[in-house]
């Protein structure tokens, strides 16, 4: 079940809330709490008395019209609410949303056993969530605190709320669920937390919340409304699903975009969202658990991902020293790397297309981590030279074979090379990893550094008349194989542009390419 947030701070504006999102509802064919259909309830709405400028007399109305299918709080500002009255009022105000006859009632566990007992006695039909938060990060008494909760007596549903930095603390909050005979809402809050809300049911939660749009979230790492809806949820959160693993910048990946709106269009009861760790081997074993069909994994978790897939590693990832794709089954664990096609199949088919010069083209790969190595093998299938520059020699000299050049990274501007491959996370419209006020002069300049800004690199290859290749299309070549490898369905770049919104870049071509190519071999 999904509980729509908001801090609205009028009754108009919560009135507004409340309509919109119940007419989403029904046009999404999800009951809500308290309907009469029959149908397991998909959908209920939180309202945060907290957040509404008093005086707040005309709310009473507008919730006994919606009673069966509110949560209603009123969060003081010690447990990261708006509320900054006396106890004596807010606890009124509570008092008079249970009068209501609202279906559930969240009050603070440091709230004493005679004020709960009096809160569930006003109205019959209310349960009362007792919660608990804490922003700062996972307590060192977690689970004594837990216990205590627990241990009241008092309330129908448990919730505790603890901030994690890394998706793999997850474990610690998970296991709370086992020692609850109460329905338990127990969410990691903030980005790392996101499988707490994606697979709340594995955590003990009727519901997880959402806000009821981007700017509404009442808790950090809550999704939207429509992320929600995306991921497939409510629906999604018992099934099978994916993600993708890495370091703090996977949130800005766009395959959790892409790839649900994939298994949408297709009618993929699938999820697919980012994990963000520093421990990969422990995350990937609880995604695992959780009933993942496979993952994509970033950086910094390549290497990592190829030493837990062990002998299921096939002879790419092999090849690549790393493994950017796992893939979960009855029969174990597997791994390949995708990312080499992601260079090969964008610059061959830009090859295909321009005059390549006489004596074969040479390419240079700035850089010396996975992505260099995964495009020096790219390289090498399309018979091209290849010369790897970089800042640390010792790495960049072990992706080489021994007819195979190091250009010390002072000098990558003298190198003949054609084509150009940046591997490194230089990108950005400041960052570039070329030496400033010197020219390009290659026929060909691929980016391999997705950014959230355009690439400087390309705009210095596109003003030099070459021929350029954005990263989204090593994104999406690559995207293609992996999606086809871990769900068994063949998936095409065509697919995935249309359903990522890029749109093909056609690269320089003709007469400035070639002389991009003229003057590299001068």
């Not at 603070?108 to 922003?135: N, Q």
Request: with cysteine; glycine share 10%.
């Amino acid at each position: 079940m999904l509980c729509v947030t908001g801090k609205e701070t009028s009754v108009e504006l919560l009135q507004l809330r409340l309509d919109h999102v119940f007419a989403t509802a029904r046009a999404q064919e999800l009951p809500t709490l308290g309907d009469t259909t029959g149908r397991p309830a998909a959908l209920l709405q939180e309202v945060r008395l907290d957040a509404l400028t008093p005086p707040v007399d005309r709310v009473w109305a507008l919730l006994r019209r919606h009673a069966p299918r509110l949560l209603v709080c009123c969060r003081p500002a010690r447990e990261g609410g708006s509320f900054i009255g006396s106890e004596t009022e807010r606890l009124r105000l509570l008092e008079q949303a249970a009068a209501c006859g609202v279906a559930y009632l969240d009050v603070e566990a440091d709230c004493d056993d005679s004020t709960l007992r009096a809160l569930a006695r006003i109205s019959g039909s209310t349960r009362l969530v007792l919660s608990e938060h804490h922003f700062a990060g996972i307590p060192a008494d977690l689970e004594r605190r837990f216990a205590a909760l627990a241990n009241r007596g008092v309330g129908e549903v448990l919730k505790l709320a603890a901030t994690v930095e890394d998706a793999a603390a997850l474990v610690r909050l998970e296991a709370l669920r086992r020692h609850a005979t109460l329905p338990t809402l127990l969410v990691g809050m903030g980005p790392a937390g996101l499988l707490s809300r994606c697979r709340y049911p594995a955590f003990g939660a009727p519901w997880t919340y959402v806000g009821a749009d981007a700017d509404s979230h009442t808790a950090p790492g809550q999704l939207s409304l429509e992320q929600a809806l995306q991921l497939g949820l409510p629906a999604s959160a018992t099934l099978p699903f994916l993600a993708v693993v890495g370091g703090p910048q996977v949130t800005a990946s766009p395959g959790p975009t892409v790839y649900n709106r994939l298994f949408r269009r297709r009618g993929w009861p699938w999820s697919y969202f980012p994990v963000i760790t520093a421990q990969p081997q422990q995350a990937f074993e609880l995604l695992r658990a959780h009933g993942a069909l496979g993952l994509a994994v970033t950086m910094p978790h390549k290497a990592a991902a190829l030493a837990y897939a062990g002998a299921g590693a096939d002879q790419r990832a092999q090849q690549a020293q790393a493994a950017n794709s796992l893939r979960f089954g009855a029969g174990g664990v597997e791994a390949t790397n995708s990312d080499i096609t992601g260079v090969r199949e964008p610059l061959r088919a830009l090859l295909a297309r321009t005059s390549p010069p006489a004596g074969g083209t040479r390419a240079l790969v700035l850089g010396a981590g996975g992505a260099a190595r995964a495009a020096a093998l790219a390289c090498r299938a399309l018979d091209l030279k290849v010369a790897v520059s970089a800042r640390r020699e010792q790495p960049a000299r072990a992706l080489l074979r021994p007819d195979e050049d190091f250009v010390a990274w002072e000098d990558r501007a003298q190198d003949p090379a054609t084509v150009l491959i940046n591997a490194t996370p230089l990108t950005g419209g400041d960052a570039t990893p070329w030496p400033t006020g010197q020219p390009l002069r290659k026929a060909v300049v691929f980016e391999l550094a997705l950014g959230t800004e355009p690439s400087a690199l390309l705009a210095q290859s596109r003003a030099e008349g070459a021929a350029g290749i954005a990263p989204q299309e090593m994104w999406l070549a690559q995207g293609a194989e992996q999606m086809s490898w871990i769900t068994g369905e063949p998936v095409t770049v065509d697919e995935l542009r249309d359903c990522s919104g890029y749109q093909r870049a056609d690269a320089t071509q003709g007469r400035q390419a070639r002389r991009g190519g003229e003057d590299g071999r001068r």
